[in-house]
């Protein structure tokens, strides 16, 4: 079974900067597409960053030239450096990732979540 763990984020005063983290563990023979969502209060969940297995990234046109994701194959993590932060920042950040596990039995998981606080 693969499980996927969150980590970082936290309160940060504006112009600051938060690093988070997700690693998936179990049985992993790939991963596809690794991405971070992120979901205000009242606000549907949206995409924040993605990185496919070939290393190219996407990002919201509100993050772009401030939050750079990253991913290490051989540690099967993903991470997003976020700087410059803003208020409307603030949401609840969430990986996800996609492979597959034994068998080629294919796999698209969220991680747990993370607060991120940007007081002004």
């Known amino acids: 079974q693969v499980q996927l763990v969150e980590s970082g984020g936290g309160l940060v005063q504006a112009g600051g900067s938060l690093r988070l983290s997700c690693v998936a563990s179990g049985i992993i023979v790939s991963i596809n597409n690794m991405g971070w969502y992120r979901q205000a209060p009242g606000k549907e969940r949206e995409l924040v960053a993605t990185v496919t297995a070939d290393g190219s990234t996407n990002y919201a046109d509100s993050v772009k030239g401030r939050f750079t994701i990253s991913r290490d194959n051989a540690k099967n993590t993903v991470a997003l450096q976020m700087n410059s932060l803003k208020p409307e920042d603030t949401a609840v950040y969430y990986c996800?990732?996609?492979?597959?596990?034994?068998?080629?039995?294919?796999?698209?998981?969220w991680g747990q979540g993370a607060q991120v606080t940007v007081s002004s």
């Open positions: 996800n990732i996609a492979g597959a596990t034994v068998r080629w039995t294919g796999f698209d998981l």
